[in-house]
């Protein structure tokens, strides 16, 4: 079984350009959450699509971002403009609904975000 | 609102030693607390979680962790590391009965496994 894939591993942006980041869930997961590690800091919680839908996305920084679902596959994270603020590793995960108690989550291994 | 501390940034240990990683959480409701590790160029794996029941759990790889609601602590042990245990460790916490994606992460420990 294939695991959460992202894409591109690595980015090198300069300020001001637009970036698109890209997750791949596990097949059949209707969960997909989006997170930032900054260097140095803690990993933030960014978003949680349900298949489609936003459930959450009080993690969102500010509306340069924009995090799509469409057709509850895979998802899509753009940053437009990017700032010098927004280099970090971004990592997507994924789960099934079977209940609170035994959601599982399978990490992908991220996209390392350099704006220069 | 939920937040984590882990107490040390790096822990170096030699092979077959026993090791513990430190976490404390503040929280005014109840949680869900996880441990997770990542190997280098890998995504995050769960090592395991705390959600009710027995204050001691047993996670994969030997980890095991126990919950003190009193102290407000999830400390991660094992007895005997081993090398390929060199990785980073993050702690985290989420709301009780809520999603378990929505979480909120310790800035992580860097665990180093000499032999």
């Known amino acids: 079984e294939a695991g959460v894939t992202q894409f591109p591993s690595h980015s090198v942006i300069e300020k001001g350009q637009t970036v698109t980041l890209r997750c791949d869930p596990i097949?059949?997961?209707?969960?997909l959450y989006w997170y930032r590690r900054v260097m140095g800091k803690e990993i933030k919680f960014l978003l949680h699509?349900?298949?489609?839908?936003?459930?959450?996305e009080s993690g969102m920084p500010n509306n340069r971002f924009l995090a799509e679902r469409t057709g509850g596959t895979y998802s899509t994270l753009k940053v437009q403009p990017a700032e010098l603020e927004d280099s970090g590793v971004y990592f997507c995960?994924?789960?099934?609904?079977?209940?609170?108690?035994?959601?599982?989550?399978?990490f992908g291994s991220g996209t390392q975000l350099s704006v220069l | 609102a939920q937040s984590v501390t882990q107490l040390d940034s790096q822990v170096p240990v030699f092979e077959e030693a026993p090791v513990e990683l430190r976490c404390n959480y503040s929280?005014?409701?109840?949680?869900?607390l996880f441990w997770y590790v990542q190997y280098p160029n890998q995504g995050l794996q769960l090592l395991l979680k705390?959600?009710?029941?027995?204050?001691l759990v047993k996670g994969i790889n030997g980890f095991e962790a126990e919950f003190n609601k009193s102290q407000t602590s999830f400390h991660l042990r094992k007895p005997s590391v081993h090398i390929s245990d060199t990785a980073e460790y993050f702690c985290a916490v989420t709301r009780g009965g809520g999603s378990q994606g929505n979480l909120i992460f310790g800035k992580g420990t860097k665990l180093s496994v000499k032999p």
């Open positions: 097949s059949g997961h209707d969960n």
């Open positions: 699509f349900v298949k489609e839908s936003k459930q959450d």
């Open positions: 995960a994924s789960s099934q609904i079977d209940g609170r108690i035994n959601e599982k989550l399978f």
């Open positions: 705390y959600l009710s029941g027995s204050t």
């Open positions: 929280s005014s409701v109840s949680v869900y």
